[in-house]
């Protein structure tokens, strides 16, 4: 695990004042072909091949959506450029820039701004694109606002709205694993537990969270899931291929596939159901969630961040089949509106949401007899 986590120790973004912190970030940027005029002028410049940009922009805020004890400079970077390229992708486009505001402290370690520029400048790699600019600016807590912008290849935007009966639903991507490694940040206690003194790991409550007990996970097969929620991996290929494909609604799961899945259907105003015997559930998943007494289902249905795709396409000829990493989840029903679950209406399971609370793990389950 090469989590750089929060420590105190210098040199601090104030030690090189705006310009040369600029000049630091930037230079960790790559090139890309699509960026005709990169970080140093007044704007940037991206090439439109086809005439239409794709902009999509999200807030990461610390301690809202990331802690610097449970997550390095780059891991946050990683995440911020990825949650951004990922609706690049669920338009069925392929992205051509990002742009990073980034609010900090002047006492933040200068070394976990530049990891944070290392890992948006490699999720970035992953995606085929680089950072054409940005902003900087102080603050009392590290907040980030990165817009991403994409090409469409010529085709049409995929959007929420598409969806039509008979349609099958697809997920390019995993759900659950980041949900998961969630919990554990949340529920491994900073000291370690007394000899003999049961469970590492106590339930989530009553714990002040702090920086995990990595190599305690990797015995148990789990910093995966650690790593999920640090780093997700959404399957930005996989976004212009289902378009290519005949996707006609898409999406990406940041907030629980229920809940998202419920912008398709309700965007489409139809009724897509969801089938749970389809989702791969590992060892992994599954063990963690014994440990902390929780369902994995509820992970799959209810957890965001991983950035998986989910899309809703007519069926595909037998002489096609689906791209490597996509898996079929459901279909869209010629009746009605809203998300079923194994035919039945989730109660009491949402996703997340801003000023309100997440319902992940919450005991009233989608699959749950009423
Ligand atoms: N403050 C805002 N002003 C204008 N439009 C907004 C604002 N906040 C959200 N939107 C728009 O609402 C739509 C849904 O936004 P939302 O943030 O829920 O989608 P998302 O970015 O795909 O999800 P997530 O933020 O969970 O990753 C988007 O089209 C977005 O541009
Ligand atoms: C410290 C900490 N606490 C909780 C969470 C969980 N979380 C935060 S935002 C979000 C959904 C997507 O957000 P948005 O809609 O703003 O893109 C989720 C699941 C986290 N990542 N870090
Ligand atoms: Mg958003
Ligand atoms: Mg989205
Ligand atoms: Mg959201």
Redesign the pocket.
Known sequence: MDAELFSPKGPHVRDLGEFELIRAITARFGRSPDVLVGPGDDAAMLAAPDGRVVV????LVEGRHFRRDWSGGADVGHKAAA??L??VA?MGARPTGLFVGLATPGSTELGWVLSLADGLAAECARAGTTVAGGDISSADTIMLGVTALGDLGGRAPVLRSGARPGDIVVLAGTVGPSAAGLALLTAIPRTPPAPGGGSPWPAPDGFSPTRPDDDSLTARGWDHLLTAHRRPRPPYHLGPALAALGARAM??V??GLVQ?VG?LAAASGVHIDLTTDAFPIDDALRGAADHLGVDPLDWVLTG?ED?ALVACLPPLPPSVALPPGCVRIGSVQSDGTGVTVDGRTPTGVGG?THFGRSTSNHPDRPHSPE
């Open positions: 999509t922009t999200d807030l949650q951004n990922a609706d669920a999406c990406d940041s907030d998202d912008h965001g950035h997340w």
